[in-house]
């Protein structure tokens, strides 16, 4: 019964929620503008600091083991994130979740377990609600637009969404540049210049929390959750918990946990094992930078021509086993033919640093 009282509340108050109507398409549109530029903002600085993070923070691998604890910490408030999210508002969820990343930037000013730890888990419960805040605002502000202008509701997300994810995909290439401006001039292992780097990532996040306090507001009583005595917050954990089991009894769901474990496991490669094993070696901290502005830029290349190529393949089979070998060929290379990778990151601190 208390379930069946929680969907009904949640029909009554949608997380994607409607504009009021005195706000124009105008400023809708200008919405997605100060949302897709504070986002950059706020992940340039966050990408290139996660990216430095086992390379400056290597002993007892205390860089390592904060972004494991940040991730576990991310994957478990998701679950709850939506519920947070209807409480506080999406605007509101979105400035907040700004904070943990602010914190985590400044932790890395003075770097110890006492202080990198906590605010981790902290920024796992930052980064769930941020995303979600995000997704919702946006397909709010987009549907509204869509509806006042008369336009195509599908259309409308699709630019509002390709707009954001453009601008955000500029974080990795941009962030890594600023890091490779500020660390190339400095000795290495200079904790003066980290230290400047960081406070220069601080600034940046700041603009962008201060920049997501111009977004207007979604309607109050539209987006956040009534309040009913009758629910208690037990019984919206239970229809949370329910509406995430539910979907793992699907064989389709069962199938695609592999391929999110296997991104997961590269993701973690690229940004721990890869930048402090293989570039900070050759190319010290700077060249950290340099490097992983190369690997954001093509990112964003190959994304985009992945998109086009696989659109036209009939069959996930296809897709799957190109992906599949590609990567393996990538491993192998890594593998075998490591002195390969060695030249070409000196031949690419040639090019950065003369």
């Known amino acids: 019964m208390a379930i069946e009282s929680m969907d009904t509340r949640d029909e009554e108050a949608p997380l994607v929620a409607d504009i009021s109507q005195s706000e124009t398409p105008k400023t809708r549109t200008r919405d997605v503008h100060i949302l897709s530029c504070a986002f950059l903002l706020v992940f340039l600085a966050y990408g290139a600091a996660q990216n430095l993070e086992t390379t400056v923070n ?77 997704g919702t605002y946006l397909t709010s502000i987009a549907r509204s637009h869509a509806r006042d202008s008369n336009l195509h509701e599908a259309t409308v997300i699709g630019n509002f969404n390709g ?53 207007c507001k979604i309607n109050d009583k539209e987006e956040k959750v009534s309040a009913d005595s009758s629910v208690s917050f037990s019984s919206a954990v239970v229809s949370r918990l329910k509406s995430v089991i539910t979907p793992l009894l699907d064989i389709r769901m069962l199938l695609i946990i592999p391929l999110i474990a296997y991104s997961g496991l590269q993701q973690a490669f690229v940004w721990a ?37 696989t659109s036209g393949l009939k069959s996930i089979t296809f897709i799957v086993c190109g992906g599949a070998f590609f990567q393996a060929v990538i491993f192998l290379w890594l593998l075998l033919k490591y002195r390969l990778v060695q030249c ?8 950065n640093f003369h």
């Not at 904790?191 to 406070?199: V, Y």
Request: with cysteine; proline share 2%.
């Open 163 to 215: 707009e954001f994810w453009a601008m955000f995909a500029l974080h990795q290439f941009v962030g890594n540049l600023i890091t490779l401006a500020v660390l190339q001039n400095g000795a290495e292992g200079s904790s003066s210049n980290t230290t400047l780097l960081f406070i220069v990532f601080l600034c940046s996040m700041t603009l962008g929390t201060i920049l997501m306090c111009f977004l």
């Open 344 to 351: 070409i990151l000196i031949k690419l601190s040639i090019f």
């Open 273 to 309: 094992d890869y930048t402090k094993d293989v570039v900070n070696p050759i190319l010290g901290e700077a060249g950290v930078g340099g490097a992983m502005a190369v690997y954001g830029a093509f990112d964003a290349i190959c994304s985009l021509a992945a998109g086009r190529l």
């Open 58 to 134: 290597a002993e007892g691998n205390l860089g390592t083991v904060s972004l494991g604890i940040l991730y576990v910490s991310f994957a478990f408030f998701s679950l709850f994130a939506s519920l947070v999210v209807r409480v506080l508002g999406s605007k509101n969820a979105v400035v907040l979740g700004t904070t943990g990343y602010w914190l985590y930037i400044a932790a890395n000013l003075k770097p110890t377990w006492y202080t990198m730890v906590p605010v981790s888990v902290y920024l796992g419960f930052a980064a769930s609600i941020i995303w979600v805040g995000e």
